[in-house]
Structures are given as structure tokens and as C-alpha cells.
């Protein structure tokens, strides 16, 4: 069997929320065509969601016209996917989960993405925002 | 690209929420929006179809803990059936599989 095709992707949208169905689609069918199986897919598409939506509620505070970029892309064996905001960048200390027993609406996000990827990092980028780093290795079957 | 749609139904005894697309942040508020009739009229139980509901986030998740600890103030019920694999997951990684009152059909929801 041949290796998965190499993807890459670079797309550029506003930090609405009626971008969210898409950036779970192009996750998942990054996800697919990285070679991953379909529950990895549904993780990968949740933390990418959680991504996008912290980068909404919490990077630009609700704002829904601001620049979000998506880079994608899927090296052999991996998925590396790139979250790019233009708001201030945060002290990655500064943005943890609620513990989980304590049971209340919201506070998970965090928690998903690092439950369910390898490295999820907090870089601050060229434009003084932050780049939400998410990457995921192909387990191997 | 469809979003999510919510039916209701008068049950004998309750309410059934029929949920299908998949909720969001946005799309959570229609949800929560259909959650708090059936509250403002303390139905009890609550019964929530997600049968077809492929994808949830935590904003998802925060409008159900909502109404679960809105239903638990009059003592009432919630009770969610028809989960698929992914959002099965959700609720284990998030540890709300033992919060919540899950089961696999609406006969076992009724009863």
C-alpha cells in the first residue's frame, strides 16, 4: 500500500463562529488523508474546534471579524495544524482547565485538546498574537 | 453547510428533544434556548435524541451541564440517549459519562 498523500493547507478566515463546521471539516479530512483511523479523526477534530472557538471567546473576546488563520499540514507519519491570531498573546501559564470533578458549564477546552493531542503549544507570533500549535502522530496500526 | 436543528415533542409524561447536526458554540444557543422552555415549564423528565448529532464541543457540553443542574433545582430529570462513538468519547475525556444520565435508546430512556 502506497503512503498517504502529503497535505498542506493554508487557509485564511474570521474569527466567527459560523466558521466552526468547517474547521472541524478540513481538520477531519486532513486527519484522513494523514492516515489516521476515524476516532483519532474525531479527537483531532474536536481540538482543533476547541482551538478555534478559545481563539474567538478568548483572544478577541467575542469579536466574529477578525483574521484567524488555519495551516495544515501532514508530514509522514503526523499532523501538525496551526491556529494564527492578530489579538494579544497570552501567557500560556495563564490558560489552564478547570479541575474535572469540579462539575460547572465550561473551562474544558484546554483539557480536550491536551487529552486528546501529542503537543499543544502557545507561541507567540510575528504579529504579536499567539500561534496555537496542535500536532498529532499517526499511531501505528 | 447545515448547523443543527431542534425538535420537540410532548411526551405523556416529559419532554423529547430531538437534536440533530451537531452543537457548538454556535449553535449551542438554539439548544439552550429549546432547554430553557422545557425548564421554564419544570418538564420532567427531559429526554434528549442525539441519535443524530455527530460532533459536540464543549460549548455543547456547557449548555447540558446547564440544564442538567437547572433540571436537578425542581427535581427533575435529564436524560440523554443515542450517542454516537464521538460523542461517547466526549463525555469520557471530559469524565461527565458518570454526571449525566446516559442511555442507548429512547425505550430505555422512557422507562
Same mark, same amino acid.
Given at each position: ?141 | ?8 415533542? !410532548?411526551? /405523556?409524561?416529559? $419532554?423529547? =428533544? @430531538?437534536?440533530? *447536526?451537531? &452543537? %457548538? ?5 438554539? +439548544? ?10 419544570? !418538564?420532567? /423528565?427531559?429526554? $434528549?435524541? =442525539? @441519535?443524530?448529532? *455527530?460532533? &459536540? %464541543? ?5 449548555? +447540558? ?17 443515542? =450517542? ?28
Amino acid at each position: 500500500m502506497s503512503a498517504p498523500p502529503e497535505v498542506s493547507v493554508d487557509a485564511h478566515l474570521v474569527s466567527h463562529p459560523r466558521f466552526i463546521q468547517f474547521v472541524r471539516l478540513l481538520a477531519g479530512e486532513g486527519a484522513s488523508l494523514a492516515g489516521f483511523a476515524d476516532e483519532d479523526r474525531d479527537r483531532i477534530e474536536l481540538a482543533v474546534v476547541e482551538g478555534f472557538t478559545n481563539v474567538i471567546r478568548h483572544g478577541y473576546g467575542g469579536k466574529t471579524d477578525q483574521r484567524v488563520d488555519i495551516r495544515l499540514e501532514a508530514p509522514p507519519g503526523r499532523l501538525r495544524i496551526e491556529l494564527v491570531d492578530w489579538a494579544t498573546f497570552v501567557d500560556p501559564a495563564k490558560i489552564v482547565s478547570r479541575p474535572l470533578d469540579h462539575v460547572r458549564p465550561g473551562g474544558l477546552g484546554v483539557h480536550l485538546m491536551k487529552s486528546t493531542m501529542d503537543v499543544v503549544d502557545y507561541l507567540k507570533n510575528a504579529h504579536g498574537g499567539t500561534t496555537l500549535v496542535l500536532e498529532k502522530r499517526v499511531s501505528p496500526t | 453547510m447545515p448547523g443543527m436543528s431542534v425538535t420537540s415533542e !410532548a411526551l /405523556p409524561k416529559g $419532554v423529547l =428533544l @430531538t437534536v440533530e *447536526g451537531q &452543537i %457548538d458554540m454556535h449553535t449551542s444557543p438554539d +439548544l439552550r434556548a429549546k432547554l430553557r422552555e422545557c425548564l421554564e415549564k419544570k !418538564a420532567n /423528565p427531559i429526554l $434528549v435524541d =442525539l @441519535t443524530k448529532v *455527530g460532533f &459536540i %464541543d464543549s460549548s455543547g457540553l456547557a449548555t +447540558l451541564i446547564e440544564a442538567l443542574q437547572a433540571v436537578g433545582r425542581y427535581g427533575g430529570k435529564l436524560r440523554l440517549f443515542g =450517542l454516537v462513538p464521538a460523542v461517547r468519547n466526549l463525555f469520557k475525556l471530559s469524565k461527565l459519562f458518570t454526571i449525566f444520565d446516559i442511555r442507548e435508546s429512547r425505550e430505555d430512556a422512557t422507562r
